[in-house]
């Protein structure tokens, strides 16, 4: 059984920083895009961050909304990926998911993605 766990949401304040982690089991996603969507209260759920696979290491992919801002990279040994967060605003309040499919391209579609985590929740206060 596959399992995407998120874990590293909480509460900060403006400016501040939070690291978020996705471990998954159950399958190897060593050659898997991974990614991170999010969902505000009230709003449908968007795409963050993204990572593929390749020979290089992979190539990253970010919304404008979150770019130069938050990092996303991936551990493959660990089959880990996470999302640094830095320079928090209270928009970035939402629901975190982590993300895989098993193709290797990273695509901003809801509904490309093949396993979901259960989420985690961060709240970014003024």
């Known amino acids: 059984q596959v399992q995407l766990v998120e874990s590293g949401g909480g509460l900060v304040q403006a400016g501040g920083s939070l690291r978020l982690s996705c471990a998954a089991s159950g399958r190897t996603f060593s050659r898997s895009a991974m990614g991170w969507f999010r969902q505000a209260p009230g709003k449908e759920r968007e795409f963050v961050a993204g990572i593929t696979w390749n020979w290089n290491g992979g190539s990253t992919y970010y919304a404008d909304s979150v770019k130069g801002r938050f990092t996303i990279s991936r551990d493959n040994a660990k089959n880990t990926v996470y999302l640094q967060m830095n320079s928090l605003k209270p928009e970035d309040t939402a629901v975190y998911y982590c993300?895989?499919?098993?193709?290797?391209?990273?695509?901003?579609?809801?509904?490309?993605?093949?396993?979901w985590g259960q989420g985690t929740q961060v709240t970014v206060s003024s």
């Open positions: 993300t895989a499919r098993i193709s290797s391209q990273v695509t901003t579609r809801l509904y490309d993605y093949d396993y």
